[in-house]
């Protein structure tokens, strides 16, 4: 997996933080629990559809404000990089002018730990039976990020991001299953592990205050010391929850985990008070009885006041589906529509600098991505007034994700975008670096002009890459490739991205 520059914070400042962006936009708010303390809700939680501007299951935002971050041990906060399939959260403030503004996209890993279990086609992580998805008619294809092609390529013992679907498929608190949206190897646990999921089976408190509950087929062992997040919220069954813990606390024999975070990921159970909040979820459809069913991990109720939208087809349970929820005046989430999300809407959308373009192959790299012509596709070429594909156009890219990247349907190229909301790439050798200064220049060919690079806090370095280490590249025939915002003359380029270039798909 990643690695990246860290900025530590304490999560109880984070969490008010977040609260406070929440009250200023609109998008969600908060409530209290019934406890007093205020609880974070109202989240707006989907998968990675597109990128260049960021597309959640099929909406575009803008992004040229935000912030990616990712919590590793529910305490630090490091940087992160927003790639298709990836579950995410998304929270909002308002500018000067009142505008609706995306300020943070969080990455939302439903599991972080080591395959433990495996069959022909699934894998067992922390005590959670993942599958994979190779239809889009049914939810986002499982993407697997390089150098793995499909669960075949995992090993026991292989350490693992999976992004998911979490889908309910029976009455029992072990009837759950992730579909996995996109899944990553990684080098090293470093952190801890993390999973989510639903609490069930929640048992009083014994002795010393110590208690445990079960997320799927995973025991959670709660002892009195571990920190339960926000503070004053209550621990209920039902209640959706992120349990972070040390790799060592696991114990695969009896798929049991020693707690050492408990952060309440959404709120709403009978008794819980009646604030007016808001949630948007995407999700697989669960335990659907016509009046409740589960979407990701959290309850919801339907009335006939629910706007159902559904292209003909009745809703149950596997639907891939996306609710809008209000939390009533018995704390209950209730759905006030229902949109059923269809291949067409759940289409993948790349808008970036073409890379590593092989006319043989028919492929090239966007944004991290490995795009393939299918062999029907429509390339339109006229406003770069260039007569074939070549490394360095602007595209925009629209097809399905496939396991390796995406299948393209269209390719338009455009002019390149100008001014500070516009992220561009650009690549070549390190001429001279500082890392104190925080600066460096490159250039992408012999005789080109030369790009000066500066950096500042949230810096995103691919793994292998640190500050150290990039300074180190000066003079070097390693190449890199940045990703920022480019100045008029294309001189100057503020870098929000650096990694090294490995050419070809």
């Not at 495996?118 to 039976?129: E, F, H, K, Y």
């Not at 309440?264 to 819980?272: D, I, L, P, Q, R």
């Not at 990703?483 to 380029?493: C, F, I, N, P, R």
């Amino acid at each position: 997996m990643h690695v990246s520059n860290r900025r530590v914070g304490l999560a109880v400042a984070v969490v008010a933080g977040l609260l406070a962006v929440l009250v200023a936009c609109g998008g969600g708010s908060v409530g209290t629990n019934g406890t007093g303390s205020p609880v974070l809700v109202g989240l707006n939680v989907g998968t990675v559809s597109g990128l260049g501007s960021v597309i959640v299951d099929g909406t575009r935002h803008d992004d040229s404000a935000a912030k990616t971050e990712i919590s590793r041990n529910g305490t630090d906060v490091e940087v992160g990089d927003v790639r298709l399939g990836h579950r995410v959260s998304l929270e909002f403030g308002t500018d000067a002018a009142g505008a609706q503004v995306l300020q943070r996209i969080e990455l939302l890993p439903s599991v972080s730990g080591r395959v433990s279990e495996r069959t022909a086609d699934t894998i067992g992580v922390l005590g959670q039976t993942v599958t994979v998805n190779s239809d889009p008619g049914h939810g986002p294809v499982t993407a697997f990020d390089s150098p793995l092609n499909s669960l075949a390529d995992l090993q026991l013992g292989d350490a693992v991001d999976v992004h998911a679907l979490t889908q309910r498929t029976g009455a029992g608190p072990t009837d759950v299953r992730l579909v996995a949206t996109r899944i990553t190897r990684r080098s090293a646990l470093s952190g801890g592990v993390r999973v989510s999921g639903t609490v069930a089976a929640l048992s009083a408190a014994g002795s010393g205050g110590a208690r445990s509950f079960r997320l799927g087929a995973l025991a959670v062992q709660l002892p009195s010391a571990a920190a339960l997040l926000p503070q004053g919220i209550e621990l209920l069954d039902g209640r959706a929850v992120t349990v972070f813990a040390a790799e060592s606390a696991f114990d695969a024999a009896t798929l049991s985990l020693g707690a050492g975070k408990v952060q309440v990921m959404s709120v709403g159970t009978a008794g819980s008070g009646g604030a007016a909040s808001m949630l948007t979820r995407a999700g697989l459809v669960g335990a659907w009885t016509g009046t409740t069913f589960e979407l990701d991990g959290v309850g919801l109720l339907v009335n006939a006041d629910t706007q159902i939208v559904s292209a003909g087809q009745p809703l149950g349970d596997g639907a891939y589906v996306q609710a809008t929820a209000v939390l009533n005046g018995s704390g209950r989430w209730l759905a006030t529509r229902i949109a059923r999300l269809t291949a067409s809407t759940a289409s993948a959308e790349l808008r970036g600098t073409l890379d590593d373009w092989s006319a043989a192959a028919r492929t090239f790299r966007l944004r991290d991505t490995v795009v393939t012509l299918a062999s029907t596709a429509q390339i339109d070429l006229a406003a770069c007034r260039a007569s074939s594909l070549a490394n360095g156009l602007y595209v925009e890219v629209q097809g399905l994700s496939t396991a390796q990247g995406l299948a393209a349907s269209t390719v338009v190229c455009a002019p390149e975008p100008t001014g500070t909301k516009s992220r561009l790439e650009r690549h070549g050798l390190v001429l001279t670096a500082d890392a104190t200064a925080r600066k460096l220049t490159m250039r992408s060919q012999p005789g080109d002009p030369v790009l000066t690079v500066t950096w500042s806090d949230p810096l995103y370095l691919s793994e292998p890459l640190t500050v150290a280490s990039l300074a180190a590249l000066a003079g070097t025939s390693s190449e890199i490739e940045v990703e920022g915002t480019l100045s008029a003359d294309g001189l100057q380029m503020a870098a929000r991205k650096i990694k090294l270039r490995m050419p070809g798909p």
